[in-house]
């Protein structure tokens, strides 16, 4: 707890610059005895902070410390701000400006204090590259150049042009005004509009892009998770949706749910198995859905499913021939 107090202490007074220990003790909710001694133990542990006498006095640290401090380049800085999850900073292109930024923030920290936190590092692992079953995480890779190119439009408010190849089609130019990047599950996502049009493009399809002069048509404040909910519930509910009737084993709920649009209906049968009515956003999802549940479930409804479940079925069984 003391720990915490102590580097509370110094960036209160990294930020706010000169405070009295009555100031201080009320902001870290303590008693000026107990400001007192923390400063002591700073100036033991090398935090160059000084004492002004007077009525207007007060503690500051020393310019060369705030220098040393505030030594972060742009890309750094920002890169500390999506740090918490280290996976949107190489999403974003700046894995290398984040590392960089941790150097220098472990290099400003008094020596005890570097210890600890080095210590306390080891001991934390976030989103490693393999979970418990030895699955790689599925983590995209987008050049720097472009990268860098489409962050640097986001940020200063122009227009972007991108060479962006869909699903199926030839790459192809698109100039479009850039909202914002969010980055799910491993994969970047570029918001932007297009003729006044909402559109999202999947950075790793990005093939070039280039940064243009003019500003870009987009409102001057933007609350960005809800631009993605908003654009995620369209993705789902648009398209040739599919609705199922199928049986579930009860034990593979959970998966159902977890892919389905929506789940309509539900209720137990006498066997204990699920009658879940679900809708798809189309017949490939609705194929691909149900043949993760393997045997699991049972199309009901409609026809043509069953139908393409059993032609599937068969196709595997026919790599398989008793001996």
Known sequence: MRADRLVSLVLL???????????????????????????????AAGVPVYAERGRHGGFALLPGFQTELTGLGHDEALALLVAGSRRGAQAFGLGSAL????????????????????????RLLLEPEIDLLSRRRDTEEVPDAVMAAVRRAVLAGHRLRIQYAAADQAPEWRTVDPVGLVTVRGQGYLLATKSGEDRTY??????????????????????????????????????????????????????????????????????????????????????????????????????????????????????????
């Open 99 to 122: 590392a960089s930024a941790m150097l220098k923030v472990v290099d400003a920290l008094p020596d005890s204090y570097r210890d600890t936190a080095t210590g306390a590092a080891q």
């Open 202 to 323: 999947r950075l790793s399809r990005v093939l070039d892009a280039e940064e243009l002069t003019e500003p870009a048509e987009r409102p001057d404040q933007i609350d960005l998770g809800q631009a993605w909910q908003e654009r995620s519930t369209r993705f789902r509910t648009s398209g040739d949706q599919v609705a199922v009737l199928a049986r579930v084993n009860p034990v593979r709920r959970k998966d159902l749910v977890g892919t389905a649009l929506a789940v309509l209906s539900e209720e137990t049968a006498e066997d204990g198995w699920l009658l879940m009515e679900a809708t798809f956003q189309d017949s490939r999802h609705a194929v691909w859905a149900l043949w993760q549940l393997a045997t699991n479930a049972e199309v009901l409804e409609p026809q043509w499913l069953r139908t393409t479940m059993h032609d599937r079925a068969a196709a595997m069984l026919s790599h398989y021939p008793q001996p």
């Open 13 to 43: 007074l990294r930020q706010r610059g000169q405070l009295s220990a009555t100031t201080l003790a009320r902001e870290l909710e303590v008693s000026t005895r107990t400001v007192l001694r923390d400063i002591e133990a700073l100036s």
